[in-house]
């Protein structure tokens, strides 16, 4: 039995949701907000961030990296031609390379910053920087967004997926990350054609219906959200 410790809108978060929906596995969530600081929580991660799954148990694994290479170690070689880390080196370097990019670079420069300041800061404390969203820091996540999605264009134009011929994990981790963006109604789909068509496709799959279920209280998504055909 799989536990996943995670935050509806965590990027990271979502991403290993979508990997472990891919891969077929059942696992039972438990929302954690991470400023809370919980000593329970802090047992199973002191970092104190999520996600954090454990399997049957066992040693907790931390974070999206260490979660991606677990599963893909205990699980992909089972999944044949549908396994999201290729077998060749240089196209798993390129893989790890993209989810890199996504999880961190495109969530440090803008991903990241409309998550905390237009959701998480709705639910945090004044004490540990609830409150108004800082609108000089999304002015730089919207300034920074088109940068990313040229490259991401980029790479959707000369490749079947981001990261080659096959889809991998390189494509959920900045399908996650867009998810979040996009439920703001922060990503600038109409200068990208070729970024729209490729997230249209991969947020068509199974894994991915649980997340476009998913509302905060009080913020309705924007119209491209949930529509398949956006």
Known sequence: MLTLYHHPFSPSSRFVRL???????????????????????????????????????????????????????????????????????????????????????FDDEVAGHFVRERIYKQDMPRSVGGGEPDSAILRVARANIHHHMRYFGYLAASRKWLGGDRLSFADFALAAELSCADYLGEVPWDTEENVKAWYARVKSRPSFRPLL???????PPSMTYADLDF
């Not at 039972?28 to 991470?34: A, G, Q």
């Not at 148990?57 to 396994?83: F, Q, S, W």
């Open 19 to 105: 990997i472990l929906g891919e891969y077929g596995a059942n696992f039972e969530m438990h929302t954690i907000n991470p400023w809370e600081r919980r000593r329970e929580f802090l047992m199973l991660n002191p970092a104190g961030t999520v996600p954090v799954l454990i399997e049957n148990g066992g040693t907790p694994v931390c974070g999206p990296y260490a979660i991606m290479e677990y599963l893909d170690e205990t699980r992909g070689y089972a999944m044949g031609d549908r396994r999201l880390m290729p077998d060749h080196p240089e196209l798993r370097a390129e893989t790890r390379r993209l989810v890199e990019w996504g999880l961190r670079k």
């Open 213 to 219: 279920s998913e509302k905060m209280l009080g913020m």
